[in-house]
């Protein structure tokens, strides 16, 4: 299963923040609660409840060798920054390539993967298609107010809507500044993805005898067949 935390689905003007929103800190909430229930946690950023703090490339490799193993595998993925990830794969065919492979490993290895971005329709199509759950958080001051300014040091909640499937009322109300603990809303955040291209053997050059060169052969006392 896929889940994003975005600010908002498109470009659009809207009163919504796409920075400083609450994406990454609902996920960490979303996290938590998997790591409460006795799954094992894997992010590409520090929190405080991480199994392994890995980049994304890592995990995959990661799960493919459980899989070969065939160890137990019990784990949720934390990944912020999605759409840089998937973007640094270059080509539209290679990032449709990873995308389709990635997703349908997810489904035979029953392991959910968390992301957030910053614009939904931003990233690659079937990723979006791919995503079965989409919540929009949005920030709140104590007071009732929506908050859009992305460096406020006031506390806050967060609502947290669900997009898709669609839910008018709010699936969640968390506070900011208790779940901010769990993780460093500052780190800098280095991670890419790069597809491993496999070399296909070369294959070995011919050389095509005439059959006037046979008919030399033969003449000199050369014998073709190895006898």
Known sequence: MLMA???????ELTDLCIRGNGKTCSMVFYGYLYHK?????????KTSFSD????FQEMINTLREMKKRNEEIRVVLLVTEMQDLINSLGSTTEQTLFVDSFAN??????????????????INVRLRRHTENIRIPIKYHLNGQQCNFDRCQ?????????QQPYKINPLRKIRAYEVGKLYDSKEMIIDKLEIIKEEKPKEEKIKKISEEEIITFSFLGGNLSGD
Request: hydrophobic share 40%; proline share 0%.
């Open 5 to 11: 935390f975005v600010g908002r689905m498109d470009d």
């Open 52 to 55: 392994k703090i890995i980049g």
């Open 37 to 45: 229930k006795g799954y094992k946690i894997w992010s590409n950023f």
């Open 154 to 162: 006031k506390k806050h909640y967060i609502l947290i809507y669900s």
């Open 105 to 122: 490993q997810l489904r035979k290895l029953d392991v959910d993967c968390l992301f957030d971005t910053q614009i939904f329709k931003n």
